[in-house]
């Protein structure tokens, strides 16, 4: 299987448990690389964000591609935007008011903007993380553009039974998912990763057969399944097991994404499907 492109999840697959980039972490980068791929990043996380990622990996210049927005947003790095998908403003005012309804604090994104109504305090150790300085509003109503996303964190146990709740409200108005364990969030309909999978391929002329996926939650469903294979890294959730074609016994913090580029392009070993756990996985080839 000749894989043409490697679409990566961040959080929880690349990154570490820390949401660093480790030395392994760009290593694979550059193996995925020297072995004829492009490799992009697949993330909830906005532009702003996805660029210190984008310089630490070495792919922050034209002829690398990200996806931001949970695939609300394709571009290529330090060039055009390839598409772009948003909620629009009064459903996203709907659906941020029913989520105060079960007791969350939303935040919109909103362009490279992030907003927060002012009964929430601001969470420090999020916003550092996310590196994007949070605008203080009295009413989700003064934003001004359509909304790229809509976030609310909490325990997952709740937030679990809390998008059941909002799937039956949202219908097929929107996606909704979980970008991190602690993070559910709300996307245009036509956002989400598969989609954006897609849209990249077709951009560069490569066959979906010719794609690898890795992910590790509820957000990378889709991809998985619409790449030509899907990786489940091994700290992934069930739901993106299910998806995967293969489960690695690696996890985020032990070099999944290294592990797989170079089982998956350097030695092209085919999985047949359904999925299984890969096999003898702790080990390098």
């Not at 299987?1 to 949401?19: I, P, Q, R």
């Not at 598969?194 to 010719?210: C, F, N, Q, V």
Request: hydrophobic letters at 40%; a negative charge.
């Amino acid at each position: 299987m000749g894989f043409k492109l490697v679409m990566s999840d961040l959080d929880g697959t690349l990154l570490n448990s820390e949401a660093l980039v480790t030395k392994e972490a760009i290593s694979a980068v550059r193996r995925a690389e020297e072995l004829g791929a492009i490799f992009a990043i697949c993330s909830g996380r906005d532009q702003n964000s996805l660029a210190m990622y984008e310089r630490l990996l070495g792919i922050d210049s034209p002829g690398h591609y990200s996806v931001g927005y949970n695939g609300g947003l394709v571009y290529e790095c330090g060039g055009k935007i390839l598409a772009e998908s948003r909620i629009p403003k009064e459903l996203g005012l709907e659906l941020a008011k029913e989520l105060k309804k079960l007791g969350l604090f939303p935040w919109v994104f909103a362009g490279s903007k992030i907003y927060a109504e002012t009964e929430w305090t601001i969470d420090d150790d999020y916003t550092k993380s996310i590196k994007t300085p949070v605008s203080v509003v009295e009413s989700f109503h003064e934003i001004q553009e359509d909304f790229s996303k809509i976030i609310a964190r909490g325990e997952r146990s709740d937030l679990v039974a809390k998008q059941e709740i909002m799937k039956k409200i949202i219908g097929a108005r929107a996606c909704i998912s979980f970008s991190h364990p602690t993070i559910l969030c709300i996307s245009s309909r036509d956002a989400h990763k598969g989609r954006a999978l897609e849209i990249l391929a077709e951009h560069l002329g490569i066959s979906k057969a010719d794609t690898l996926a890795i992910g590790d939650n509820t957000n990378d469903v889709t991809m998985l399944k619409a790449a030509g294979l899907g990786v489940a890294v091994g700290n992934a959730f069930p739901e993106a097991m299910l998806a995967a074609d293969v489960i690695m016994n690696e996890t985020n913090d032990k070099n999944a994404v290294g592990v797989a580029i170079e089982r998956f392009l350097a030695q092209e070993i085919d999985v047949a499907k359904p999925a299984k756990r890969f096999e003898g996985s702790n080990k390098m080839p």
